[in-house]
């Protein structure tokens, strides 16, 4: 009997398109933790779907779409460990356990993890925007908000 495991190469595979046109393959299991994802594709289960339709993520730069498909790919392979509220610990590490995860967001500069939020908004993978948001509260935690302004930028 044939193990149906997708990140071996046994079942289909998507390419997801960035804004630039660049594309990104990854194994259509890992892809569909996006509902935008999900809601593109013309076959409604899941399950049934040997041949998904590539996916244009226009509102995603190459560079950033590369480091969800990152995750995506991982997290077929090792689920982030949900993030409970309230929090169990003050720190990003306390509540973080899943090393993978800790350096994914941590190994990432102040705009791209800005990008991720974004994208992971757009689309619609929350185990990714639970991660990413909780990077930036836990850099804003402490700080008062004189020093977390200007690292903002607001319209005038």
Not at 116 to 124: R, Y
Request: aromatic residues 6%; charged residues 25%; hydrophobic residues 35%.
């Amino acid at each position: 009997m044939e193990e149906d495991n997708p990140t071996s190469g046994s079942g289909p595979s998507i390419k997801l398109i960035s804004r630039a046109g660049d594309s990104f393959e990854l194994p259509y299991a890992a892809a569909i933790l996006s509902q935008t994802v999900k809601d593109a594709q013309s076959c409604e289960d899941d399950e049934e779907n040997e041949n998904p339709d590539d996916v244009e993520i226009v509102k995603v730069e190459s560079r950033c779409l590369e480091k969800v498909v990152e995750f995506l790919v991982h997290h077929l392979e090792e689920p982030l460990a949900e993030i409970k509220t309230p929090l169990e610990d003050n720190t990003f590490d306390g509540v973080v356990k899943q090393q993978f995860y800790r350096d994914f967001v941590k190994g990432v500069d102040q705009p791209m993890l800005f990008d991720l939020v974004t994208a992971a908004n757009f689309m619609a993978i929350q185990p990714l925007l639970d991660l990413t948001c909780l990077q930036v509260s836990c850099q804003l935690m402490g700080k008062v908000p004189t020093k977390s302004v200007p690292s903002s930028t607001f319209p005038k």
